[in-house]
Nanobody, 123 residues
């Protein structure tokens, strides 16, 4: 129901835009998040957007470089990534949360997960 795409290989300083297309249900009342997991490391929160509004949150390491946005008619969430660094290399996954009061930086707040898309940043 969540399909992530847009990953690839990019050089340091480059940009990529990830997409997360939702299908099978309307996610109009869900918050949407992006997480990433690098090889040998735990899954890490990246960014989230509250579907009903414009509120967004980011992990500190991507603030000012990444932008999360949504296209409601397309039922799609985007993660625009700029000034990419080798440490951004990871599998990026999107998720949807129906839990209004849960901390959206925690994986436990999310009900649905998409498969990941690999982002590799070369030095």
């Amino acid at each position: 129901q969540l399909q992530a795409s847009g990953g690839g290989l990019v050089q340091t300083g480059g940009s990529l835009r990830l997409s997360c297309a939702a299908s099978g249900r309307t996610f109009s009342n869900y918050a949407m998040g992006w997480f990433r997991q690098a090889a040998g490391k735990e899954r890490e929160f990246v960014a989230a957007i509250m579907w009903g509004g414009s509120d967004t949150i980011y992990t500190a390491s991507v603030k000012g470089r990444f932008t999360i946005s949504k296209d409601i008619p397309k039922n799609t969430v985007y993660l625009q990534m700029t000034s990419l660094k080798p440490e951004d290399t990871a599998v990026y996954s999107c998720a949807a949360s129906s839990r209004q009061y849960d901390n959206k930086s925690r994986p436990t707040a999310y009900d649905y997960w998409g498969q990941g898309t690999l982002v590799t940043v070369s030095s």
